[in-house]
């Protein structure tokens, strides 16, 4: 079978999942160009690779370059790392909406984005609502082709130390193992299942539009 010629955009590379999905897309055969937008490089070349980099609050500055067939979105920062409200939502509420509007604007019809196990635009907790009011925002741009990834804590060693989070995923390694049935969504999720699941989404007719935490493990184990 003849490989497909891809053109894919990530947003979050440089992040704990976007790490991985980058790396998984410049291995995979179906892509032959990988763009990535973000502030800083990745720190290695490749010869699909393309970095574009800069401010990503100002996303629209780079409408001429985004396009692809499909945007993979993995953005997003914790009160720890950006306490500002303003720039927190500026965050984890502007950056994916605006990369939205681009796939709208520039007719890339596939777009997969991170969310968060719990996302409500109605819920009481702060984390929760924002990530639904993400959702929403995105959702009423009309894109054919959107998946909202909802993964619960992440697993997984990051660069930079957040001491609550480790010591929350120290915790999850112990519940895990009594979450099941109907609790099992609230298992904590490896940033490689959640990489592998956006790519088989990203190349698989599925109607799902959210893809809870446990259900990213069945579609990688499928």
Known sequence: MKAESKTAIILGATGLTGGVLIRKLLADDRYTKVKLFSRTSVGFPHPKLEEYLGDLLQLENYKNDFYADEVFCCIGTTKAKTPDAEMYRKIDFGIPVAAAELCKSNKINSYLVVSALGANAKSKVAYNRLKGEMENAVLK??????????????????????????????????????LVGPLEKYRSVKPESIALAMLWLANTHYEHLYIESDQIKKLVEE
Do not use: C, D, Y
């Not at 909202?148 to 112990?174: A, C, D, N, T, Y």
């Open 141 to 178: 741009l009309g894109i054919p082709k959107t998946h909202f990834l909802r993964p619960s804590l992440i697993g997984g060693k990051r660069e930079e130390k957040r001491v609550g989070e480790w010591l929350g995923k120290q915790f999850m390694k112990v519940l895990n193992l009594v």
